[in-house]
């Protein structure tokens, strides 16, 4: 059978031989490789011919696949290569990156990241929504060198952390790769090694075959992690004494593949704390909950598999799992991953509503979670199960139903989603406890196009009163809604690369009482330019009554007219990346429920003034105003500071202050009187990081905070900590001795 153009040949290393890696090409097995050099632009110009020339190799033995990158340079005083932290090499930096589809359907690819520096990220990426997934993490090796022409890279993925079926390389259905290259000049450009049309339903639909590939007779590996963690702590609640505890806790992560398809991942007693910290949010001014990011490696095995057409798994509702164990199955036509997870809770349980989201104490509990998806060329199918049970006897809630994607064409894309949900666990008093039994559902559909210089999408949802997803991330329930938008773009339009104009509008209902909840209908501009620019702005309200929300059942409806914008951008090597945000103009005051002038603006600026210094002060500032006088403020900042000593070795500091006053307000005129609120805090952590791989990690810091409630030394509570976390992967462990 004849190779599919643009075809990559694997070349197996002769027996004996040993590549080192230090980034260099120098190696006779990479000369006599073959050589893919037929690199197009995906931008800024789709197509046309790199200004810069790339080259890639690939070479296996039993062990790993290692590919051999040149990335070649007519200006390598150019180069952008600052050290950044694992998973921290993004477009303004010189990078390649390699998508690995073992499976060979091009649903998804887990992706390796190098930038010239040295420093790593992976990840996954998948076609359904077209979305890079940065949490996971694989083994793998990655070096550089630079050299008179450019700069080379070779990158070591070893087959344990590739996720392939029985079947090999080069049969009816074979691995995909896609090599690409980002290039950070004026123009940001992107090169990749198979041409990505504009039109193409995902940034994987064209990867390329990679045959030649010979998987290793033993396919079976056991991963053994054991960590250590000591944390000395003093807290001192508002008006309680000091509290000192010191503890030591061991912790265990196992991950064995006793078949190509099957991964088991086991962990007990795991440590989540302090490595990561989430990013504050300005949260006062709000209806529906917000969602963090999942930084916890227990959920990283498969990602993609996790998620569907809406947020009916949120792996950060188990709050602190006391042990979790999982199976995953990969195979050609049909994957799933099943966990069971022992949580100790301590969140909270979100309840939706149709005006907005409750809370409850999150108990204790033990679930179930299971997902499974099915490939049949242009359809996908789906279905997810899940159920939580409450210790004490406080109840369950259960949550089931199918979903599916289909490429219809090559433009037009249709996910849909079922669920069905059965509760028994109710909210008493802001707790929750056995009650009533109560059922709902979730139905979904969304249809997509996108075509070369025309995109648009439509989508419809009905969610029950009686709908809750205790394990998933549902903020409103009781409403049906219709979504819509539609663009048009252009290619070169005076300064810009695309220019685009569209309108988007949304309509929801209270499916109970039959009133509007909201309604906005927006038209808006989104363009790119030179030197890393993107930038969008809306217009809300521009016709009176298309921006409209009711901030609770009977209440007015609250007539909104404001400004929506957001820009990123370079302003040089010395900031690689500036982003603002602003809306601005006459907002909803849910509290109040009135309409008042205001806004929110944010600013986030990552700056390289000493080539291992990287500062990232970022401000986030809420505002309304009535009366000519500043009724709420909201405060969310942080400060990050990270000195890096090499790809592996990093010193970082994080200063956050949040702070929300409102002013009290008397009741008049039917409207709600408000008591006065206020809020303050500060949190402070300093942690030196040494990576040596993804399963060998150590981590040393310390961290303060203290947070103050209302007015008064008594309503203040303050904690410190200091820590050390070893973790250690036992076969990396044995190779070293």
């Known amino acids: 059978m004849a190779a599919e153009a643009g075809t990559l040949q694997a070349q197996r290393l002769q027996p004996g031989e040993r590549l080192r890696l230090d980034g260099s090409l120098s190696h006779p097995a990479w000369q006599r490789a073959p050589v893919h050099r037929q690199f197009v632009e995906k931008s800024p110009n789709t197509g046309a011919a790199p200004p810069q020339t790339t080259r890639v190799r690939v070479l296996f033995d039993e062990q790993a696949l290692y590919l051999g990158i040149e990335a070649l340079d ?16 993004n477009r303004t930096q010189d ?8 499976i060979g359907n091009r649903q998804s690819a887990q992706f390796f990241r190098v930038n010239a520096a040295g420093s790593t990220a992976d990840g996954m990426h998948t076609a359904a929504d077209d979305s890079e997934d940065f949490s996971p993490d694989f083994d793998f090796d990655a070096a550089t060198a630079r050299q008179a022409d450019g700069w080379t890279a070779v990158l070591r993925i070893p087959f344990a952390s590739l996720r392939f079926a029985s079947q090999p390389a080069g049969t009816a259905q074979p691995w995909r790769i896609l090599v690409a290259r980002r290039v950070p000049r004026q123009q940001f450009y992107l090169h990749t090694s198979a041409l990505i049309p504009r039109d193409a339903p995902n940034f994987i639909a064209t990867m390329q075959p990679l045959i030649g590939v010979q998987l290793p007779e033993r396919h079976q590996f056991l991963t053994l992690r054991p960590s250590l963690t000591w944390r000395a702590q003093r807290q001192q609640p508002a008006g309680v004494a000091v509290q000192d505890t010191h503890a030591a806790e061991a912790s265990l992560d196992l991950k064995w593949r006793p078949l190509h398809e099957l991964v088991v991942d086991a962990a007990l007693n795991p440590d989540f704390s302090q490595v990561a910290l989430d990013v504050p949010q300005l949260v006062g001014n709000t209806q529906f909950a917000l969602s963090f990011p999942e930084t916890r490696p227990f959920f990283f095995e498969s990602s993609d598999l996790l998620r569907s057409p809406t947020e009916a798994l949120y792996t950060r509702s188990f709050t602190q799992p006391r042990w979790g164990l999982r199976g995953t199955w990969r195979g050609s036509a049909l994957a799933g991953s099943a966990f069971a997870i022992d949580d100790r809770g301590g969140g909270f349980v979100l309840l939706p509503g149709a005006f907005g989201t409750d809370v409850a104490e999150q108990p204790a509990s033990r679930g179930l979670v299971a997902r499974l998806r099915g490939d049949a060329g242009a359809l996908q199918w789906g279905a997810l199960a899940a159920q939580r049970n409450y210790e004490g006897g406080l109840g369950h809630n259960q949550v089931a139903g199918p979903d599916l994607g289909w490429q219809i064409d090559g433009a037009w894309r249709l996910r849909a989603q079922w669920l069905q949900s059965l509760t028994t666990a109710q909210p008493q008093a802001g707790r929750l406890a056995l009650g009533e039994r109560t059922q709902g559902h979730l139905a979904h559909a969304r249809l997509v196009y996108q075509g070369d210089r025309r995109e648009a999408d439509v989508s419809a949802e009905d969610v029950a009163a009686g709908f809750r997803d205790d394990t998933g991330f549902v903020a409103q329930s009781g409403v049906r809604r219709v979504k819509g938008r ?10 810009f690369n695309e220019f685009w104009v569209d309108v988007t509008g949304e309509r929801v209902h209270s499916r109970d009482s039959g009133e509007l909840v909201s309604q906005d209908l927006s038209p808006g501009l989104w363009v790119t330019g030179a030197h890393n620019l993107e930038a969008w702005a809306y217009l809300h309200g521009l016709w009176q009554g298309t921006a409209a929300l009711r901030p609770a059942a009977g ?31 006459r907002l909803a005051d849910v509290s109040a429920q009135q309409v008042r002038p205001g806004g929110r603006a944010s600013l986030s600026i990552n700056t390289r003034l000493l080539p291992p210094l990287e500062l990232e002060p970022s401000l986030g500032y809420a505002w309304l105003r009535h009366d000519g006088a500043q009724v709420y403020a909201e405060s969310a900042h942080q400060l990050l500071a990270r000195w890096h000593f090499s790809p592996r070795q990093t010193l970082r500091a994080i200063v956050q202050y ?3 006053s409102r002013q009290a307000e008397a009741g008049r005129n039917g409207l709600p009187a408000l008591a006065p609120q206020h809020s303050q805090g500060t949190t402070g952590s300093i942690t030196w990081a040494w990576r040596q791989s993804a399963g060998t990690v150590l981590y040393v810091g310390a ?3 203290r947070q103050s409630v209302g007015q008064g030394v008594a309503a203040v509570s303050r904690g410190n900590e200091a820590f050390i976390k070893l973790q250690v992967d036992a076969d990396e462990l044995r190779r070293g001795w």
């Open 95 to 102: 990078f390649v990156v390699v998508y690995l589809d073992a």
């Open 658 to 660: 949040t702070a929300l």
């Open 486 to 495: 539609a663009a048009l773009g252009w290619a070169g339009v005076g300064p």
């Open 555 to 585: 209440a007015p409806l609250l007539h909104q007219r404001y400004l929506k914008a957001y820009a990123v951008f370079t302003p040089g090597a010395w900031a690689p990346l500036l982003s603002a945000e602003l809306q601005w103009g």
């Open 703 to 705: 961290a303060r905070n």
């Open 74 to 89: 007519p200006q390598p005083g150019l180069i952008r290569a600052p050290l950044v932290k694992h998973d921290g090499v």
